[in-house]
Structures are given as C-alpha cells and as structure tokens.
C-alpha cells in the first residue's frame, strides 16, 4: 500500500508544525501501513514514534 489515498507527507508536516522538533514523543493508535510514522520520522529522525495496531479475532 502507497500514499495514493493520502499525501502522508503533507500530513506529517503539518503535525510537524504543530508539535515542533523538541525532544518530541508521540504514539500513533492505529497505525495501520505505518506510512505516516514514516513520513514523520523523515522529518524529525530524533523524535521517538511509537506505534500501535489493534487487531481482534472472533
């Protein structure tokens, strides 16, 4: 799976701006294809991403 649906990296700057590059640490519920972790961390390689996927079985 690819960015066709969303531009991840317009996304993770725009979080970027709004978080800022200081020692930022930020958790992702449902981080799916983890695309947008990505992006982020390509942006800011010192801040620390954690994230988390949620799966179920019946």
Not at 17 to 25: E, H
């Amino acid at each position: 799976m690819t960015s066709d649906y969303y531009n991840y990296q317009d996304i993770a700057k725009e979080a970027n701006s709004i978080i800022g590059n200081n020692n930022c640490q930020i958790i992702e519920l449902g981080i799916g294809t983890g695309l947008l972790a990505q992006e982020y961390i390509n942006i800011d390689p010192t801040c620390e991403f954690t994230g988390v996927y949620f799966t179920y079985s019946l």
